[in-house]
């Protein structure tokens, strides 16, 4: 086996963590890099960058690698959070993660790797780089653990991306990935899974986005036309939300409609002209199922579109893939068509399509067509 120098985004993470050990015991020169990539309010309960940057010591320490503290702020503010704010500020759900993967971590980041004299950088992602000895083109898989799969936020990394990426843990299941934490006794080794914004971390959402987008209160309507509510501002809302409408118990206004006074109520439309929130009674609802979508600003994988035919997708991240057939295809949009309902798909969400286990691309949904 070749032996290379590698240089590790280490999060504080077990994943990131196991990756690095991984790769030392194979040999690899590896090299730990922490990226920060957030200062506003970095001193708050909410933001533990300085927590994280401990733990990552403490792995490189235990793993015996340096570490560099690298700081990516300002690229993470100009190319990730403006463009977040600006989805927000249009009335669309965007998602973070999938930008911050493209924008930093697999350009800044992998940047200031090749600076530093990497061939290769590897990070904890739950996915799977394989090269085509057929079309000698580099493949982004899924990971082998289904329920932790995270090619869905690498859709838009390319060919050059691609060929200098290693992901290690996308090989195992994330049992196996504590075990071996466990086994080499790193200090990260039982320390829970991050969530919430990308590298912002977990904080009260409506709280966090009121600082930064304008907001202007309305009415929240039925189906029917009637005024059930008040909505904060159409921006805090997404489709398919249930909780935080402050309408629980109003009963739904015609019996076909289904749901009585105890079905949940669901975010179905938001109209940012007039300023209105629509919303339906019952998960079933006609407005939030849809056949078809059309999505944009496309990125492939291959660096072309695939041809028209029958591929899966997913329209949000966690979900099943759902067979459909890629109608039309152009570089950088394309429509869906599917075998079955899709619940609540969301403009500014990222369709993302397959072939089997390979990940193909994908695009930034712009509509969808409802049942009513």
């Not at 402050?246 to 938001?270: D, L």
């Not at 994908?362 to 509509?367: D, E, K, P, T």
Request: charged letters at 25%; one cysteine or more.
């Amino acid at each position: 086996m070749k032996h290379h120098r590698i240089v590790v985004g280490l999060s504080g993470g077990v994943d990131s963590a196991v990756t690095a050990h991984l790769l030392k015991k194979q040999g690899h020169e590896v090299i730990g890099i922490f990226m920060k990539n957030w200062e506003d309010d970095d001193d708050s309960e909410f933001c533990s960058s300085n927590i994280d940057f401990v733990d990552a010591a403490a792995v490189a320490d235990v793993v015996g690698i340096e570490i560099e503290h690298v700081n990516f702020a300002a690229d993470y503010k100009d190319r990730v959070f403006a463009e977040f704010l600006q989805e927000y500020q249009a009335g669309r759900t965007p998602n973070p993660d999938i930008l911050c993967n493209a924008e930093i971590k697999f350009k800044s980041f992998l940047d200031h790797a090749m600076q530093v004299g990497a061939e290769k950088i590897a990070t904890g992602h739950y996915a799977r780089v394989r090269l085509n000895e057929t079309t000698t083109l580099f493949e982004l898989l899924k990971g082998l653990d289904n329920s932790k799969d995270q090619s869905y936020f690498l859709h838009r990394l390319n060919q050059a991306q691609l060929s200098k990426t290693l992901f290690p843990v996308g090989e195992l299941l994330k049992t196996q990935v504590r075990q071996i934490a466990e086994e080499i006794r790193l200090p990260n080794a039982k320390k829970k899974d991050s969530t919430g914004i990308c590298f912002i971390g977990e904080r009260p959402f409506r709280e966090f986005l009121n600082r930064y987008i304008s907001k202007e209160p309305g009415p929240i309507k039925d189906h029917s036309g009637r005024t059930i509510g008040k909505h904060l501002g159409l921006s805090f809302y997404t489709l398919g939300q249930r909780q935080g409408l402050g309408i629980g118990g109003i009963k739904a206004k015609g019996a076909q409609r289904g749901g009585g006074e105890h079905t949940p109520w669901f975010v179905a439309r938001k109209d940012m002209e007039k300023n209105i929130l629509w919303v339906v009674q019952g998960h079933d609802h006609p407005w939030l199922l849809s056949l078809q979508l059309e999505a944009a600003d496309a990125s492939w994988c291959s660096g072309k579109a695939p041809a028209a035919g029958r591929y899966a997708a997913k329209t949000r991240y966690r979900q099943a893939d759902a067979h459909c057939a890629l109608a039309t295809s152009h570089p950088a949009d394309f429509s869906l068509v599917f075998d079955d309902h899709q619940w609540a798909v969301t403009p500014g969400q990222s369709a993302v399509l397959y072939d089997g286990e390979v990940c193909l691309g994908g695009g930034v949904i712009n509509s969808a067509v409802t049942l009513s």
